[in-house]
């Protein structure tokens, strides 16, 4: 029978019962089940692989291997492997949650993330071993999702694994997009930027990517193993210099990239590079995969739905104060609208530590916006909805229709930041409630602790990992009390 939006219901529900949605529609093994199949269409009057409606002749191939990395690295491997069966030579999976070990044909390797660690030194190393095996008459079909940059780390020659480490740590804490990370760890990989392409040129490559990244740019998903790159060992160097850690990074980082931008130590690989002639790479789950599962249940629920963007970046305060801002215009109109509004959006923010608080950038963002919600002009707009439910009024002081609202951004990986949680909501209570416990939360963002105070009142969102990673999402509910 079909949900709707009762007066009654709470917002936190609908909004939980959305936000499933949304990540339950980028499951890996779903995602490879909806868009890879086993057909008997070969022209070798074999079977056939199809990606997309592209058919790759299994029948002209003598092995066929199989490379998984990433979040999603599990359920991707799994059902590819059911998908090729006895086909299947052998394949490497590099995962944050895999037990290593051999099953089956699969050979599971646990990596780390957001930091590498040895794991993710041996699995970079396994899956280059497997490249390095293929020859010109295989195939071989690679699982790439979110994270794989971090559990699929094999340091240059000269580099230490505590060297990526600590590069990759400051430029976390600095606050630099996926993009700039991306454009240092690559010139210190020898898997990255097309170079896992390399070591398996001449063989045919598949990829097949869910993507966690703005506008599904293939260079940055897990750093572009088997695709060109447009950064420099230059570009890499003016991002350290941009967030002022040049000086402070290892020596060794320091004279690779010095040797890199003078030609002397090998570049990564370049748009028409011979090597990725035989590669294809297929989309097959992205964010706006997962808001488009999250705008037919929030329409199904009796919701008017609007996706404004799967594009937000930038820094989460900054992103809050906008978002604040917007809500508080939509709120006159949202009052007159037939059916209760809901708003989606997704992409993926920053969060420039300076603070020695516990937090992410999907709690920092709810929390940046429930302050902002609380200065001058935009609580007027939802003032009337803080006290009219207790008080039993059905409109407030100034005559309008009392409104409800909920805001909620979640990481569709599960985890935020360096949390056990996925990100966090706050409604017309959650401040209220703040002051009751004497929280101050502008005191909270301030020490970017926006884990603790969500945790105080209650509005953190806990999933656990999902095994998927497609960037957050982000809910705002308007409606009236």
């Known amino acids: 029978m079909e949900t709707k939006i009762s007066g009654k219901e709470h917002l936190f529900e609908a909004a939980e019962a959305v936000a499933r949605a949304a990540i339950e529609s980028v499951d890996p093994g779903r995602l490879i089940i909806k868009n890879v199949f086993r057909v008997a269409a070969g022209p070798s009057g074999k079977d056939a692989v199809t990606v997309q409606g592209k058919a790759f002749d299994l029948g002209a191939y003598d092995r066929v291997f199989l490379a998984a990395f990433g979040k999603a690295a599990e359920a991707m491997a799994g059902a590819m492997a059911d998908i090729l069966g006895d086909r299947l030579t052998k394949g490497v999976v590099v995962s944050p949650d895999a037990e290593s070990g051999t099953r089956g044909r699969l050979e599971f390797i646990k990596g780390s993330h957001p930091l590498p660690d040895e794991g993710s030194v041996e699995g970079a190393r396994r899956v280059l071993a497997l490249a390095d095996e293929a020859g010109e008459k295989d195939i071989l079909f690679l699982c790439v999702s979110g994270g794989g940059s971090a559990l699929l780390c094999l340091p240059v020659p000269g580099l230490t694994l505590e060297d990526k480490r600590r590069v990759t740590s400051a430029l976390l804490k600095a606050g630099a997009d996926i993009t700039e990370l991306n454009a240092v760890r690559k010139h210190l990989s020898a898997v990255k930027g097309g170079r896992l392409a390399r070591a398996a040129s001449p063989a045919t490559i598949v990829s097949l990517v869910v993507s966690d990244v703005l506008e599904n740019d293939l260079a940055s998903i897990a750093s ?258």
């Open 224 to 481: 572009g193993p088997a695709h060109w790159d447009g950064t420099t060992f230059g570009a890499a160097r003016k991002v350290l210099e941009k967030y002022r850690l040049w000086n402070d990074a290892p020596a060794s980082v320091r004279e690779l990239i010095e040797k890199g931008a003078r030609g002397e130590a090998e570049e990564t690989l370049k748009e028409g590079d011979p090597a990725l002639e035989r590669v294809r790479t297929f989309i097959v789950g992205d964010n706006m995969t997962a808001l488009r599962a999250a705008k037919a249940e929030a329409e199904r629920m009796g919701f008017e739905t609007i996706i404004l963007t799967s594009s937000d970046s930038g820094e989460a305060r900054k992103a809050a104060l906008n978002y604040a801002a917007f809500l508080a215009e939509m709120a006159c109109s949202a009052v007159s609208l037939p059916r209760p509004l809901c708003l989606l959006a997704g992409g993926e923010l920053t969060v420039t530590v300076k603070g020695k608080g516990l937090g992410g950038r999907n709690t920092e963002f709810v929390l940046a916006s429930l302050v902002e919600l609380g200065k001058g002009k935009l609580a007027e707009a939802f003032c009337a909805a803080c006290d009219a439910p207790e008080a039993g009024r059905s409109a407030g002081e100034s005559g309008r229709p009392a409104l409800d609202w909920l805001i909620m951004s979640l990481g569709t990986d599960g985890l935020d930041g360096p949390t056990d949680a996925a990100g966090a909501w706050a409604g017309p209570l959650t401040l209220p409630r703040a002051r009751e416990l004497g929280l101050d939360p502008g005191a909270y963002l301030d020490d970017n602790d926006s884990y603790s105070f969500f945790k105080e009142t209650g509005n953190l969102v806990v999933t656990g990992p999902t095994g998927t990673n497609v960037m957050d999402v982000r809910l705002f509910i308007l409606r009236t009390a």
